[in-house]
């Protein structure tokens, strides 16, 4: 019997948007489009995909920590623990027996003529895998194509074996070739492919700048021969260090074309001119989307993001470290926000760039003591008493840094009736308990 189950049923997790009503589903069913899934099959795919416990011998206090694994872990997964892994380590021979998942998460099952054929470049990236779990939940044929750079296979393996699902190991700098049978219903590209963290860019300027334009050339090109609808995620770094606040599409940029960022920043420039050069030259169906700083589960916790770092050294109780004065101001979006708005925009008829993100601004220094609050309430709710308050050091900025980021929403709200759900604290909140999971997990 699973502790979802037993005799102690867990309180499920509640998430509040920004007016106070409870937030059980994502996605949005208007205009006589639907895309709502629920929040708590969702999150069965990322709080607590996979979990490990370790074997149990005939002793009674075994049967009881193993009781007390189970519990802790239907926090995180409600009653969908079936759609859950559970691996089974062995102390004596430090060896550990994998299990794949028993049931694949119900998908809905749509008419032929709905049915879409999705490639999702990227897919086993941060933004990648979110958007993935969405469209096949909806029930459409979805293909991955990464070259796990960044990415990771376990992000998404929750879906391999599943007839509506494929994942290619490829870099898009290559060309990439399928068919596609011209009387399918629509086919849509989402390219995502491209690291996105500084760390990650810069490791390899040249490469990061050849997967903006020769990837972006490549996809664009397959979008052209197979007829598809191609959305590109571009980002408000291509507004730079911005003149203008908050910053609307129309806003030209402000961008250092040799600095240490230039790679990604002059990267994704060149991305969209590529893409409108498509759109006008060949009537390529085309979208845009200029992201702007989003978290949520599945971040790669080491890659200098400052939510992940914030949250990670806070919960190992490790002096949070913030770069600069503090005073620089960053505004943060919720990644099934994001998500939202990309499968909007994409069912849209939107051509021009639109801005995504959450235009509620925190300084970095407000935003690192939100996260070391948010960090204790969670600690004191899962039974620490007295939570240790870590420390906040300041740190000098690294180059190029911009001092100021809002996005101006205005069009996102007009054209897609988007704007985000989520408040920063709910979001972090489901982000700390995803580390903590993480961490419980021994992968972290
Ligand atoms: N996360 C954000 O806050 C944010 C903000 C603005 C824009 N974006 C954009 O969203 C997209 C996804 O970002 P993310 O945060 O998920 O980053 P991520 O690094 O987690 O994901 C990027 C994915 O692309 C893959 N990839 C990288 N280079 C590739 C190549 N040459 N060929 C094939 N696959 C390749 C990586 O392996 C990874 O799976 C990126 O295009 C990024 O520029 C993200």
């Given at each position: 019997m699973?502790?979802?189950?037993?005799?102690?049923?867990?309180?499920p997790?509640r998430?509040l948007?920004?007016?106070?009503?409870?937030?059980?589903?994502v996605g949005f069913?208007?205009?006589?489009?639907?895309?709502?899934?629920?929040l708590?099959?969702?999150?069965?795919l990322?709080?607590?995909p996979h979990?490990v416990?370790?074997?149990a011998?005939?002793?009674?206090?075994?049967?009881?920590?193993l009781?007390e694994?189970?519990?802790?872990h239907?926090k995180f997964?409600g009653a969908y623990?079936a759609?859950q892994?559970?691996?089974?380590?062995h102390?004596?021979?430090q060896s550990?027996s994998?299990?794949?998942?028993?049931?694949?998460p119900?998908v809905k099952l749509?008419?032929?003529?709905?049915r879409?054929?999705?490639?999702?470049?990227?897919g086993?990236?941060?933004?990648?895998?979110?958007?993935?779990?969405?469209l096949m939940?909806?029930?459409?044929?979805?293909?991955?194509?990464?070259n796990f750079?960044t990415?990771?296979?376990?992000?998404?393996?929750?879906?391999?074996?599943h007839?509506n699902?494929?994942m290619?190991?490829h870099?898009?700098?290559?060309?990439?070739?399928?068919?596609?049978?011209?009387?399918?219903?629509?086919?849509e590209?989402y390219?995502?492919a491209?690291p996105?963290?500084?760390?990650?860019?810069?490791f390899?300027?040249?490469?990061?700048i050849?997967?903006?334009?020769?990837?972006?050339l490549?996809?664009?090109?397959?979008?052209?021969?197979?007829?598809?609808?191609?959305?590109?995620?571009s980002?408000s770094e291509v507004?730079g260090?911005?003149?203008?606040?908050?910053?609307?599409?129309?806003?030209?940029?402000?961008?250092?074309?040799?600095?240490p960022?230039?790679?990604?920043?002059?990267g994704?420039r060149?991305a969209e001119?590529?893409?409108?050069g498509f759109?006008?030259?060949?009537?390529?169906?085309?979208?845009v989307?200029?992201?702007?700083?989003?978290?949520?589960p599945?971040m790669?916790p080491?890659d200098g993001r400052?939510?992940?770092?914030?949250i990670?050294q806070a919960?190992r109780?490790?002096d949070?470290?913030?770069y600069?004065d503090?005073?620089?101001?960053r505004?943060?979006?919720?990644?099934?926000?994001?998500?939202?708005?990309?499968?909007?925009?994409?069912?849209?008829?939107?051509t021009?760039?639109?801005?995504l993100?959450?235009?509620?601004?925190?300084?970095?220094g407000?935003f690192?003591?939100l996260?070391?609050?948010?960090v204790?309430?969670?600690q004191?709710e899962?039974?620490?008493?007295?939570?240790?308050?870590?420390?906040?050091?300041?740190k000098?900025m690294?180059?190029?840094?911009p001092q100021k980021r809002?996005?101006?929403?205005?069009?996102?709200?007009q054209v897609?009736d988007?704007?985000?759900?989520?408040t920063?604290?709910?979001?972090l909140?489901?982000?700390?308990?995803?580390?903590k999971?993480?961490?419980?997990?021994?992968?972290l």
């Open positions: 699973s502790a979802s189950q037993s005799q102690h049923p867990v309180a997790i998430t948007d920004k007016n106070g009503n409870v937030i059980n589903t069913n208007r205009f006589g489009f639907d895309c709502e899934v629920s708590d099959v969702l999150r069965s990322y709080l607590r979990y416990i370790t074997a011998s005939d002793k009674v206090e075994d049967a009881e920590r009781q694994e189970e519990t802790e239907a997964t623990g759609y892994s559970k691996s089974i380590f102390p004596d021979t550990i994998y299990t794949t998942l028993s049931r694949f119900p749509l008419p032929p003529s709905q879409k054929r999705i490639l999702v470049t990227g086993a990236g941060f933004v990648g895998s979110h958007l993935v779990d969405r939940l909806l029930g459409h044929e979805v293909t991955v194509l990464d750079f990415g990771s296979k376990t992000t998404v393996s929750h879906w391999v074996g007839p699902f494929e290619v190991r870099d898009v700098v290559e060309p990439f070739m399928i068919e596609c049978d011209p009387s399918s219903p629509s086919v590209i390219h995502l491209c996105a963290s500084p760390p990650h860019y810069q390899n300027a040249v490469k990061t050849k997967t903006s334009f020769m990837g972006t490549n996809m664009l090109g397959l979008a052209k021969r197979t007829k598809a609808r191609f959305l590109i995620t980002t507004y260090d911005p003149e203008v606040h908050p910053q609307h599409e129309d806003y030209w940029g402000h961008v250092n074309p040799i600095g960022r230039a790679c990604y920043d002059e994704k060149v001119t590529l893409t409108y759109h006008r030259q060949d009537g390529v169906d085309v979208r989307a200029r992201i702007f700083n989003t978290y949520g599945r790669n080491f400052v939510v992940s770092n914030f990670v919960l109780g490790e949070m470290t913030v600069g503090g005073k620089q101001t505004s943060f979006q919720y990644i099934h926000d994001l998500i939202d708005g990309l499968i909007a925009l994409m069912n849209s008829d939107e021009r760039p639109v801005n993100g959450n235009g509620d601004e925190f300084t970095i407000e690192a003591e996260v070391r609050d948010i204790e309430k969670v004191r899962d039974g620490v008493r007295d939570p240790k308050r870590v420390n906040i050091v300041y000098p690294p180059t190029d840094d809002r996005p101006d929403t205005t069009r996102a709200k897609l988007w704007e985000p759900r989520w920063v604290r709910m979001g909140e489901e982000m700390v308990r995803y580390y999971a993480k961490m419980i997990e021994g992968s």
